[in-house]
T-cell receptor
Framework: DVKVTQSSRYLVKRTGEKVFLECVQD?????MFWYRQDPGLGLRLIYF???????EKGDIPEGYSVSREKKERFSLILESASTNQTSMYLC??????????FGPGTRLSVT | DQQVKQNSPSLSVQEGRISILNCDYT??????FLWYKKYPAEGPTFLIS?????DKNEDGRFTVFLNKSAKHLSLHIVPSQPGDSAVYFC?????????????FGRGTSLIVHP
């Protein structure tokens, strides 16, 4: 059974803290993605990676960075968390062309 | 500017009837289309897809129709069941520098009443 796991389901951080969200997939997929989901705005792409050490900006990369040192792992980093980064964060992976498999999501609250 | 639009934020249907969820797109380079289903507090799950070389793809109770000339696709669920109540996202992708990165609509919340 295919699996994408995220390090935390719920996270509460303070403004200015550095936040790490980790994602691991066990399907040997080339592509990995980070999205945020906000009410009424759907899924917005933050960053994606199509290979180890490769990354591309999505639609809303500001305030975020990513790291992909191993094929199965893709990390999202909030360098200095702000309240407008309170959201549901979703990681996904896919083969080169195909449906994406999503993790369960991390609900981040920044206070 | 939204390239993938789901104009109905919500849809309410009686159990056993047909649910039709609609999606429009503007980018003529899109050639692969997907539907995802999302329950609260869970990640989206892939439901069904269709390539632009087809106009219909069926999987059990779920059928996706693609009208390329109208840049429109729809998801039909027959018969609808209360467990189908969820948010449905339409997504479209096309070649972009060798990658296929889906663009998502904002979702339609389907409620199936018993």
């Amino acid at each position: 059974d295919v699996k994408v796991t995220q390090s935390s389901r719920y996270l509460v951080k303070r403004t200015g803290e550095k936040v790490f969200l980790e994602c691991v997939q066990d399907m040997d997929h080339e592509n990995m993605f980070w999205y945020r989901q906000d009410p009424g705005l759907g899924l917005r792409l933050i960053y994606f990676s199509y290979d180890v050490k490769m990354k591309e900006k999505g639609d809303i990369p500001e305030g975020y960075s990513v790291s992909r040192e191993k094929k199965e792992r893709f990390s999202l980093i909030l360098e200095s968390a702000s309240t407008n980064q309170t959201s549901m964060y979703l990681c996904a992976s896919s083969a080169l062309r195909g449906g994406q498999y999503f993790g369960p999501g991390t609900r981040l609250s920044v206070t | 500017d939204q390239q993938v639009k789901q104009n109905s934020p919500s849809l309410s249907v009686q159990e056993g009837r047909i649910s039709i969820l609609n999606c429009d797109y503007t980018n003529s380079m899109f050639d692969y289309f997907l539907w995802y289903k999302k329950y609260p507090a869970e990640g989206p799950t892939f439901l069904i897809s269709i390539s632009s070389i087809k106009d219909k793809n069926e999987d059990g109770r779920f059928t996706v129709f693609l009208n390329k000339s109208a840049k429109h696709l729809s998801l039909h669920i027959v018969p609808s069941q209360p467990g189908d109540s969820a948010v449905y996202f339409c997504a479209a992708s096309g070649p972009s520098g060798g990658s296929y990165i889906p663009t998502f609509g904002r979702g339609t919340s389907l409620i199936v009443h018993p």
